[in-house]
């Protein structure tokens, strides 16, 4: 998986609480995206990093934040949840331009009751 | 949006048959990339193909590109049971993101 984790793995949450999701690379990677995948959608981009401090937004954004504040860490937060946010999430980095090939952290499978 | 779409939505063949999948997308682009995804997996970066290029092999991956039809194809030959996973193409609309599509389902039987 390239040397990115995702955490947690899977978690349950209830619909109006918190959740930060967390992804991490250890290539010193520029590029950082957050998608959520669900059936019949393929992936989407929720949003992405450019560097330390430097996001902006992707797709379907609304109802998340996101923050970078070192290179090797993108967190993704919830700021309340509902169930329309229960999907899967993955991580990708790109090691050279943008638009290049990504690579994929595991996922995180999240469940909003 | 500028998406990918695959067709079929879902394959299933036997071993050692060919499986074709195709793309389509909407406006230009700088390249094209095909992923794969295994159950319950991140996607794997398989093979990309830049505008500029019509046709391009990886092993038994054969990827053609026709820019004027908007349209991309993935071949993989002589198919194994452990090809059995979902393909997605994607596009990039601008140099810093890339749009997905919504993949083909392959299933190869042993």
């Known amino acids: 998986d390239a040397g990115i984790t995702q955490s947690p793995r899977h978690k349950v949450t209830e619909t109006g609480t918190p959740v930060t999701l967390r992804c991490h690379q250890t290539?010193?990677?520029?590029?950082m995206y957050w998608y959520r995948q669900d059936p019949g959608h393929g992936l989407r981009l929720i949003h992405y990093?450019?560097?330390?401090?430097?996001?902006d937004k992707g797709e379907v954004s609304d109802g998340y934040s996101v923050s970078r504040s070192k290179t090797e860490d993108f967190l993704l937060t919830l700021e309340s949840a509902t169930s329309s946010q229960t999907s899967v999430y993955f991580c990708?980095?790109?090691?050279?331009?943008?638009?290049?090939?990504?690579?994929f952290g595991p996922g995180t499978r999240l469940t909003v009751t | 949006s500028q998406q990918g779409e695959e067709d079929p939505q879902a394959l299933s063949i036997q071993e050692g048959e060919n499986a074709t999948m195709n793309c389509s997308y909407k406006?230009?682009?700088?390249?094209l990339q095909w992923y794969r995804q295994n159950s319950g997996r991140g996607l794997v970066h398989l093979i990309l193909?830049?505008?500029?290029?019509r046709e391009k092999h990886s092993g038994r991956l054969r990827v053609t590109l026709d820019t004027s039809k908007k349209s991309s194809s993935l071949l993989i030959t002589a198919s194994r049971a452990a090809d059995t996973a979902s393909y997605f193409c994607?596009?990039?609309?601008?140099?810093?993101?890339?749009?997905f599509g919504t993949g083909t389902r392959l299933q190869v039987f042993p």
């Open positions: 990708a980095i790109t090691p050279g331009l943008p638009s290049y090939e990504q690579y």
């Open positions: 290539e010193n990677h520029r590029y």
């Open positions: 990093s450019y560097g330390v401090k430097d996001t």
């Open positions: 406006t230009s682009i700088n390249n």
């Open positions: 193909i830049r505008s500029n290029e």
């Open positions: 994607a596009t990039d609309k601008n140099t810093d993101k890339l749009i």
